[in-house]
């Protein structure tokens, strides 16, 4: 048995029947469309290399220790590989209502937490796969490397050999269970504090934590706003100083620690400062049981061209695109004002190098307001990147990382479950929408033999936030994949075309 990580542990505890945690994609292929049997066979064939798909959930009693993975003594493939169609004329629009409704339904908890629907009778011959997979198992980077498993990088198909037999191994009893759960809760918190201390470079953790209070950190973290981001304090410009002090490998080690908790904690401050901006309160709410889902596609380049003439990255321009959308959105509801904002929870990976191929979560957020008051789209753009050049300068996403390692020290979990759900009870206010951008391989995908055409990603909504924006980029196109409450968001087409056009208006100013 493996146990979950603390991470993964609070997306498995947060699900609830109005919020379903699972991340998901449509994929398109070229027809014609392999029968049902060739494709279970296709699948089976590739289990063995994600072993994490033929193992379920058990959690501890009570909740005293986190939820391991254990083998399906049960497992049949037959149940979690599906297959319906649409009927004629198979438009994206009937792809996309019928992916809504399947996307919107809670996976099975007493089974592994995936799904793949089969789906014929798109228009040109063409045909999908709709494939869920919980966000306990898997973030957006491991959700594609996933994806370079499962599917060929050629076209040339061989069918599959007869798989090799699988046995389960035993599953562990609830006294297994109980007294794993008591030993982790012994030696879990000394060697989690020791891979923090790692993680910061620290020898001396409370040296290094004295050492921050100087009167420099007390005045960068009292310093007036900056202008290019109002109410949000400055970032203190870098220096060359050299702290007095001991010298020699030892010394500057702990140097090294204390610029990057310093680092961390003025990012911190900024951040904080954010969430004192006026937000735009109608996207947040109670969420329901359904879905509406949409997506959008730009070429790749047409983004890139932006970042080459504009500056910033292909994630700002992202970025300013979803704010063009919230923009049009909320104009359209006659609640715009100058100073509002969006805030949205951007997801970083935190994976260490060489940590792709690990099936688990590795990501953080950040937080970015998006400027929806402002006019003009240049500045819009220019405030997104002082945004998030902030967030790199301050070393604000790799402190994420630390704090990611936190959530593994061995808190009970029934605590854990009771934290998890509080901001969906309580429908926070603080964070209206969540913008994740993966990217995708830049080279054809295949599976057996058809080559996939489009890949529409799907991100889940939770603790009071009714819309929210997944996009990937593929073969060169970005393909943005909106997902929204059904009915709190019957105008979601507007923000989503407003999006599109965000890109095509940043690229007829640049």
Same mark, same amino acid.
């Given at each position: 048995?493996?146990?979950?990580?603390?991470?993964?542990?609070?997306?498995?505890?947060?699900?609830?029947?109005?919020?379903?945690?699972?991340?998901?994609?449509?994929?398109?292929?070229?027809?014609?469309?392999?029968?049902?049997?060739?494709?279970?066979?296709?699948?089976?064939?590739?289990?063995?290399?994600?072993?994490?798909?033929?193992?379920?959930?058990?959690?501890?009693?009570?909740?005293?220790?986190?939820?391991?993975?254990?083998?399906?003594?049960?497992?049949?493939?037959?149940?979690?590989?599906?297959?319906?169609?649409?009927? &004629?004329?198979?438009?994206?629009?009937?792809?996309?209502?019928?992916?809504?409704?399947?996307?919107?339904?809670?996976?099975?908890?007493?089974?592994?937490?995936?799904?793949?629907?089969?789906?014929?009778?798109?228009?040109?011959?063409?045909?999908?796969?709709?494939?869920?997979?919980?966000?306990?198992?898997?973030?957006?980077?491991?959700?594609?490397?996933?994806?370079?498993?499962?599917?060929?990088? $050629?076209?040339?198909?061989?069918?599959?050999?007869?798989?090799?037999?699988? $046995?389960?191994?035993?599953?562990?009893?609830?006294?297994?269970?109980?007294?794993?759960?008591?030993?982790?809760?012994?030696?879990?918190?000394?060697?989690?504090?020791?891979?923090?201390?790692?993680?910061?470079?620290?020898?001396?953790g409370l040296a290094a934590l004295r050492d921050l209070a100087t009167p420099e950190t007390l005045r960068a973290l009292t310093a007036g706003p900056d202008p290019a981001e109002p109410g949000l304090p400055a970032a203190e410009p870098a220096t060359s100083r050299e702290p007095a002090g001991p010298t020699?490998?030892?010394?500057?080690?702990?140097?090294?620690?204390?610029?990057?908790?310093?680092?961390?904690?003025?990012?911190?401050?900024?951040?904080?400062?954010?969430?004192?901006?006026?937000?735009?309160? $109608?996207?947040?709410?109670?969420?329901?049981?359904?879905?509406?889902?949409?997506?959008?596609?730009?070429?790749?380049?047409?983004?890139?061209?932006?970042?080459?003439?504009?500056?910033?990255?292909?994630?700002?321009?992202?970025?300013?695109?979803?704010?063009?959308?919230?923009?049009?959105?909320?104009?359209?509801?006659?609640?715009?004002?100058?100073?509002?904002?969006?805030?949205?929870?951007?997801?970083?990976?935190?994976?260490?190098?060489?940590?792709?191929?690990?099936?688990?979560?590795?990501?953080? &957020?950040?937080?970015?307001?998006?400027?929806?008051?402002?006019?003009?789209?240049?500045?819009?753009?220019?405030?997104?990147?002082?945004?998030?050049?902030?967030?790199?300068?301050?070393?604000?996403?790799?402190?994420?990382?630390?704090?990611?390692?936190?959530?593994?020290?061995?808190?009970?979990?029934?605590?854990?479950?009771?934290? &998890?759900?509080?901001?969906?009870?309580?429908?926070?206010?603080?964070?209206?929408?969540?913008?994740?951008?993966?990217?995708?391989?830049?080279?054809?995908?295949?599976?057996?033999?058809?080559?996939?055409?489009?890949?529409?990603?799907?991100?889940?909504?939770?603790?009071?936030?009714?819309?929210?924006? &997944?996009?990937?980029?593929?073969?060169?196109?970005?393909?943005?994949?909106?997902?929204?409450?059904?009915?709190?968001?019957?105008?979601?087409?507007?923000?989503?075309?407003?999006? $599109?056009?965000?890109?095509?208006?940043?690229?007829?100013?640049?």
């Amino acid at each position: 048995m493996h146990h979950m990580s603390g991470l993964d542990a609070s997306f498995y505890l947060l699900e609830d029947e109005n919020t379903p945690l699972h991340v998901a994609s449509v994929v398109v292929f070229e027809g014609p469309a392999p029968s049902y049997g060739d494709l279970i066979r296709q699948i089976v064939a590739r289990l063995p290399l994600v072993p994490r798909y033929r193992q379920r959930v058990r959690s501890v009693p009570l909740h005293l220790g986190r939820p391991v993975w254990a083998d399906d003594p049960h497992f049949n493939i037959l149940y979690h590989v599906r297959h319906t169609a649409v009927p &004629a004329p198979g438009t994206d629009e009937q792809l996309r209502n019928l992916a809504g409704r399947v996307l919107g339904q809670r996976l099975d908890r007493d089974k592994p937490l995936w799904e793949i629907w089969l789906v014929e009778g798109l228009a040109e011959g063409r045909w999908a796969l709709i494939a869920k997979v919980h966000h306990c198992m898997v973030d957006g980077v491991a959700g594609m490397d996933l994806a370079t498993v499962m599917f060929d990088l $050629s076209p040339d198909y061989r069918p599959p050999d007869d798989p090799q037999p699988w $046995s389960p191994a035993p599953e562990p009893s609830t006294l297994e269970l109980l007294a794993e759960a008591a030993r982790r809760a012994v030696t879990q918190p000394v060697q989690q504090g020791m891979d923090v201390a790692r993680g910061l470079g620290l020898t001396r953790g409370l040296a290094a934590l004295r050492d921050l209070a100087t009167p420099e950190t007390l005045r960068a973290l009292t310093a007036g706003p900056d202008p290019a981001e109002p109410g949000l304090p400055a970032a203190e410009p870098a220096t060359s100083r050299e702290p007095a002090g001991p010298t020699g490998p030892g010394a500057r080690r702990e140097t090294g620690a204390v610029r990057r908790l310093g680092a961390f904690a003025l990012g911190a401050g900024r951040a904080t400062a954010r969430f004192t901006r006026p937000a735009a309160a $109608s996207l947040n709410g109670p969420i329901g049981p359904h879905r509406r889902w949409y997506w959008q596609t730009v070429p790749l380049d047409e983004a890139k061209a932006v970042k080459r003439s504009l500056g910033g990255t292909v994630n700002d321009v992202v970025l300013a695109a979803v704010t063009a959308g919230y923009r049009d959105l909320l104009n359209a509801r006659g609640v715009l004002t100058p100073d509002t904002v969006v805030r949205s929870a951007v997801p970083v990976s935190v994976r260490e190098p060489g940590g792709r191929g690990v099936m688990d979560n590795r990501v953080a &957020a950040v937080f970015v307001n998006l400027p929806v008051g402002v006019d003009d789209p240049l500045e819009r753009l220019r405030r997104i990147r002082t945004q998030t050049d902030d967030v790199k300068r301050s070393e604000q996403a790799a402190g994420t990382r630390t704090l990611t390692r936190l959530t593994d020290a061995a808190v009970a979990p029934a605590l854990l479950s009771l934290a &998890a759900r509080v901001p969906v009870r309580l429908r926070q206010g603080l964070v209206q929408t969540v913008t994740t951008n993966v990217p995708g391989p830049d080279f054809p995908l295949y599976v057996m033999g058809r080559r996939l055409l489009e890949l529409h990603p799907y991100v889940p909504l939770t603790g009071g936030i009714r819309v929210a924006t &997944a996009v990937i980029s593929y073969c060169g196109t970005l393909y943005f994949g909106i997902t929204a409450d059904f009915d709190a968001m019957p105008d979601l087409e507007t923000y989503a075309k407003g999006a $599109s056009a965000g890109v095509a208006e940043l690229l007829a100013l640049a």
